[in-house]
């Protein structure tokens, strides 16, 4: 929007121009895209968002990786979380817990490969670079 209104971009700007994109031109992609996730009913009027936040995500085309930084527990579905599980059971999640999908072999995200060996340093990396992101990008410390 800033590049259609002919404003000037801050440097410090976590988004992207996508005008290139939208008049058809060439544009360079992000090779990742991070995000955080936060829960259907947030605190009313609290200005700490990191007190809300329950997970961290990156997304590569590949990859999507989540780190969860709350507990995600079926009983406080419904008046804090609104987590629809339709093809698999709830998804109740530990703080610290990580989840990784295949996008390209998993499309629909039903085989959790955090787990296995073979993927250690591949979580170590995107751990990393998701806090990494959240802090570059203002986030305050998140709720211990």
Known sequence: MLAYAGA???KTAAGQNLRP???????VTREALFGAIYPAFVTKH???PHRNVYALYVRTKKWKYILFVQD??????????RVQSILT????????DQDLYD????PHELNNLADKS???ER????????LKWWETTGGKPLEK
């Open 8 to 10: 000037k971009i801050p």
């Open 21 to 27: 994109i939208i008049d058809g031109k060439p544009a």
């Open 46 to 48: 609290d200005q700490r």
């Open 72 to 81: 995600v527990v079926a009983n406080r579905n419904g008046n804090y979380f």
């Open 89 to 96: 059971d709830y998804p109740t999640r530990d703080k610290d």
């Open 103 to 106: 996008l390209e072999n998993d």
């Open 118 to 120: 073979e993927h250690k």
């Open 123 to 130: 979580l170590a990396k995107f751990r990393n670079d998701v």
